[in-house]
């Protein structure tokens, strides 16, 4: 079983910026992808980046130039980094963790982008 416990959401102000955490524990193997998703209210779960263990990474068109995600295989973390936000940037943010067909989910972080 694993454990993903994301952090790090809230409230900001259009142009601003934050960054998310997700920590990843239990019976975690080797070759998992980590990542982020989004889900605004009445919109469907949606790619936001995800990153492999050996550091390769791919995002949604919606982050691309403005998002960066990262990780720290030894404390297994994973972070996004969001800039420039914007109002549609607004949505629950979930962690998740798959390595073969399976996969985990953490609970959602908020974040909102309002002036």
């Known amino acids: 079983q694993v454990q993903l416990v994301e952090s790090g959401g809230g409230l900001v102000h259009p142009g601003g910026s934050l960054r998310l955490s997700c920590a990843a524990s239990?019976?975690?193997?080797?070759?998992?992808?980590m990542g982020w998703y989004r889900q605004a209210p009445g919109k469907q779960r949606e790619l936001v980046a995800v990153?492999?263990?050996?550091?390769?990474?791919d995002y949604g068109d919606s982050a691309k130039g403005r998002f960066t995600i990262s990780r720290d295989n030894a404390k297994n973390t994973v972070n996004l980094q969001m800039n420039s936000l914007r109002p549609e940037d607004t949505a629950v943010y979930y962690c998740?963790?798959?390595?073969?067909?399976?996969?985990?989910w953490g609970k959602g972080t908020p974040v909102t982008v309002s002036s």
């Open positions: 990153i492999t263990s050996g550091g390769i990474t």
């Open positions: 239990g019976a975690i193997f080797s070759g998992h992808i």
């Open positions: 998740n963790l798959r390595v073969g067909g399976i996969e985990w």
